[in-house]
Structure formats: structure tokens, C-alpha cells
């Protein structure tokens, strides 16, 4: 019987517990707050002064900015209203990632910005109320807006790890990230193992299928990708993963677009996913963390090895 992505979904409801939790993993965080940007002094270094003026330029030419099919996927711009606030949050999070900006730095005044920039002020605080759920800055009235400490910024949030990759992160940072997925996923593909209901492995299955059918285009494979881990994660039952699940399965699906981009022989993970997929369907706890644990040292090879 060929399975639907809308049958296995219809299927899936039937599940209350499953269904609870998978909501629970992915509802959007929302925007928090009001941003109250007391600083108004002009900007210091020559690297912003080049960022806004290409802004300026695309906001007084009417230019969009050219982006691949990946960046539809990002909540940079995703909502119409928010693409030009999303740019400018995207190009201050490159800046504060690439050590541009550090931590305790002040950014800009709401005005001064405004000015150089020629957009409202509003859009300036719609760029800041981003960077504030991401972890990445404060703002008061007093102090202005500034750069939080890194122990403060969201690294599983899948605009910053995808930021943070395109930028060029350090050793430290890589290690890091594979000291975590080592950590963390291969035990929650363990859990899915023992505790898939045939709804959640439906589910895993309509993944993969997406997966291959989704290879030639760049944005739905990525897509399918986050999909197939996220319903791994889901499938754990375990809510602590679960409340990862989305950051985990960006962090993994980073990885693997980070190591075909650094890799002179790109590794085709298309067997490892079946072969997480397979241990999974047999119930084959130890088969489902080792094809999990292979998929992450895959992804970091060469990636370890040209940092």
C-alpha cells in the first residue's frame, strides 16, 4: 500500500500521546517583547558600514536579495512583512558570530540606524526583537542594545547553526556540535527503536520516500532531511528530546550540508538513513544507534579534518 504523507498524518492523530508531543516540538517560538534601543551613537567599524550601505542600496533599488532555495526555509524572512527587519538580523548575527560584534558590545541607536540605513525605526526594532529570541542580544532603555554572552545564544536555533556554518566556525565550535549529536542522538534513535508506534515508523517511511524523491532540488532535500530526523527524535518518546527534536535534527542536517560543501568527495548519506530507518522498523535498538552514531562520524570526517 503506497502511503501519503496526508494518510500517514490522518493516521497519526489517531495516536493522542504522539500527537501532543510532536505539537509540543513544533510550535514556533514567537516574538518576544518590545525592543528599547537607548543608544544613538554611530556606528564604529568599517565592516557594519559596509553591511548597511549594501542594505541601504537594496531598500532604495527595490533589489531582493539573491538566496537559494535554502533560505526559504529560514525564519530570517518568514513572514512577508518581517524580509527587510530579517536581512538586517541576519547581517548583525553574521557580524556578532563572525566576532565583529562581542560580547558586551553596544550596537547601534535606533535613529543613528534608522538614518544610515533609511528604514523606520520600527524595522530597526523588528531586527532586534529576532536577534532577541535568538539569544544573541538584550536591550533596555538605559544600557541600549547589547551583545549577550555566547553562553546565551540559541546554537540550536536552525537560522543561527546554519549561520554559524556558512560563516566558517572554528574547530572548537565543531567539536562541540559533534560532542552533542554523539551525546544525544544515536540514544533517541535507540528509544525510537523500542518505543515506534506503526503510526510515527508511517511517518519515518514517508521521510525517506521524500528524501529520495526530493534529491535533484537543494531546499526540499534539506527539507526531507530535518523531516526524517525530527520524526526519529519524535518517535523517542522521550519529552526532553522531543523539546530538542527541532534544533537536533537542523544540527544534523547542517552537518551533513556543511561536509558536501567542505568535501572535495562528498559522502552520500542516503544508505545511512535507510539504515536508520531499517533498524528502526525491526525494533533493533543497538542497530538504530549505531547506523545513527555512523551517520554523525560520516558527516564530521572529512569536516574535522579540513578545520
Known amino acids: 500500500m503506497f502511503l501519503t504523507r496526508a494518510s500517514v498524518e490522518r493516521s497519526a492523530r489517531s495516536s493522542a500521546d504522539h500527537a501532543a508531543l510532536a505539537n509540543a516540538a ?8 518590545h525592543a528599547c534601543i537607548g543608544d544613538e551613537r554611530e556606528p564604529a567599524d568599517i565592516i557594519s558600514k559596509r553591511i548597511f ?18 533560505d526559504s526555509r529560514s525564519s530570517w524572512h518568514a513572514h512577508k512583512r518581517q524580509r527587510l527587519p530579517g536581512r538586517i538580523a541576519r547581517d548583525l548575527a553574521a557580524a556578532i558570530l ?3 560584534y562581542k560580547p558586551g558590545d553596544r550596537l547601534f541607536g535606533e535613529i543613528a540606524f534608522s538614518d544610515r540605513l533609511n528604514v523606520s525605526r520600527t524595522t530597526y526594532r523588528q531586527a532586534i ?12 532603555p538605559r544600557r541600549g542594545t547589547i ?29 562541540e556540535l559533534r560532542e552533542l549529536l554523539h551525546m ?19 511517518r519515518i517511511q514517508v521521510d525517506i520516500e521524500d528524501m529520495k524523491l526530493a534529491a535533484p532540488t537543494v531546499d526540499r532535500a534539506r527539507r526531507a532531511c530535518q523531516d526524517f530526523h525530527l520524526a526519529v527524535f519524535l518517535a523517542s518518546g522521550n519529552s526532553y528530546v522531543i523539546s530538542l527534536a527541532r534544533g537536533l535534527a537542523a544540527a544534523l542536517d547542517a552537518t551533513i550540508v556543511f561536509q558536501r560543501q567542505q568535501s572535495t568527495e562528498p559522502h552520500d548519506f542516503a544508505e545511512d538513513h535507510f539504515s536508520i530507518l531499517a533498524a528502526i522498523a525491526a525494533q533493533d535498538a543497538n542497530g538504530a544507534e549505531q547506523a545513527c552514531r555512523t551517520l ?10 579540513s578545520n
Do not use: Y
Open 147 to 175: 551583545v549577550n554572552a555566547r553562553s546565551m545564544w540559541q546554537f540550536l536555533d536552525p537560522d543561527v547553526l546554519n549561520l554559524l556554518l556558512e560563516t566558517g566556525p572554528d574547530k572548537h565550535v565543531l567539536d
Open 98 to 100: 563572525s566576532g565583529t
Open 184 to 202: 544525544l542522538a544515536p540514544k533517541a534513535a535507540a528509544l525510537a527503536a523500542e518505543r515506534r508506534t506503526d503510526e510515527m515508523l508511517a
Open 53 to 70: 550601505a549594501r542594505e541601504a542600496d537594496k531598500v532604495r533599488n527595490g533589489v531582493q536579495p539573491v538566496t537559494s532555495g535554502d
Open 129 to 140: 526583537q529576532i536577534l532577541t529570541t535568538k539569544g544573541m542580544v538584550s536591550s533596555n
Open 296 to 305: 554523525i562520524e560520516r558527516a564530521f570526517l572529512d569536516v574535522s579534518m
Open 26 to 33: 513544533v510550535v514556533e517560538q514567537e516574538l518576544i517583547g
